[in-house]
Nanobody, 126 residues
Framework: QVQLVESGGGLVQAGDSLRLSCAAS????????MGWFRQAPGNERELVAT????????YYSDFVKGRFTISRDNAKNTVYLQMNSLKYEDTAVYYC???????????????????WGQGTQVTVSS
């Protein structure tokens, strides 16, 4: 089993920055691609960004391109999400997820991720 713990959420103003962290523990050898998802009240969970285990492949949803950066430090078993130029519509619970399969392509659906954190709230005031 793999445990994921997110941190770094909070209340900020529009235009501010936040960095989320997700620390993995347990059978971290079972984690390949890792991703950040978010879910706002009344909305479905959506992919924000994902990164391969080797870090040479990343994917961003259009609504965060140019503002958010995903990275990971495999030595620390940690993945990060740097969020700049935050907007009110970025308000959501942000979840970290890990894929237990060494797939050829980065997984983009939440059903492709086996492990999930408990989420961290990000609130952006306008």
């Amino acid at each position: 089993q793999v445990q994921l713990v997110e941190s770094g959420g909070g209340l900020v103003q529009a235009g501010d920055s936040l960095r989320l962290s997700c620390a993995a523990s347990g059978r971290t050898s079972d984690t390949y691609a890792m991703g950040w998802f978010r879910q706002a009240p009344g909305n479905e969970r959506e992919l924000v960004a994902t990164i391969s285990h080797s870090t040479d492949n990343t994917y961003y949803s259009d609504f965060v391109k140019g503002r958010f950066t995903i990275s990971r430090d495999n030595a620390k078993n940690t993945v990060y999400l740097q969020m700049n130029s935050l907007k009110y519509e970025d308000t959501a619970v942000y979840y970290c997820a890990a894929d237990a399969h060494d797939a050829l392509y980065l997984p983009r659906r939440d059903s492709q991720y086996e492990y999930w954190g408990q989420g961290t709230q990000v609130t952006v005031s306008s």
